[in-house]
């Protein structure tokens, strides 16, 4: 049976309080963009911990992704590999953000709260710089800087692959490294008491 680790609100705020030091040295983000649902609370939490006096709160942009089993066979020449596909549900909102001119030369965090097989933190990437790019080519400026934050990341073996230049520049960042078992995260809880009785009794 696969483990289970249930983990409380109270653990998500520590677990972003302490890696917000790293952020702020290694990111010092001026945009996030956190991946729904699961990157929405961690981002909130993020940005107070992010806060520095004087500066205005950094601002946070939703994006939501739909993962899904591609099982097609199909031997028509168009029709891609069966494979995870992803697929865009929500994306930067540009009425809030000006133009997409504003996320040239940015530094821009990503937020999600798990990275399992890395398919969706892959797409995000890609398709984020995509954008940055075809706005690069617009409004001219420098290149987007990409950093992740991610609560738990799974050691196992990944499919997507993200840049190089971040994991080894300190710009991929995990709060812990779990192993390969389902974590149960607060806002799914139907019945949250329960749900943090039973992460407690993890600790005991
Ligand atoms: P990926 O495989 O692309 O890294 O993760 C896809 C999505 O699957 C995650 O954003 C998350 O919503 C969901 N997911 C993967 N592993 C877990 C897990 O252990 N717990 C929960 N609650 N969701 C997970």
Redesign the pocket.
Known sequence: MVQK?YVTYNDVHKLCQEAAPKLLEEVNPQLMIA?GG?GYVPARILRSFLKRAGSPNIPIQAIGLS?YEQLSTSTDADVEEPG?K?TRTQWLDLSALGEMGSLVGKRILIV??????????EYAVKELEKDVELAREKFGGEKAQFSIFVL?N?DKQK??ILPEEMTSSGRYVAARTVGD?????PW?ATDIDEHDALAAKQHE
């Open positions: 680790l991946i699961g993962l995870t992803v999600d709260e798990v990275d399992d097989t890395r398919t969706t933190l738990h799974k499919k997507g078992e389902w974590i149960c995260y799914e």
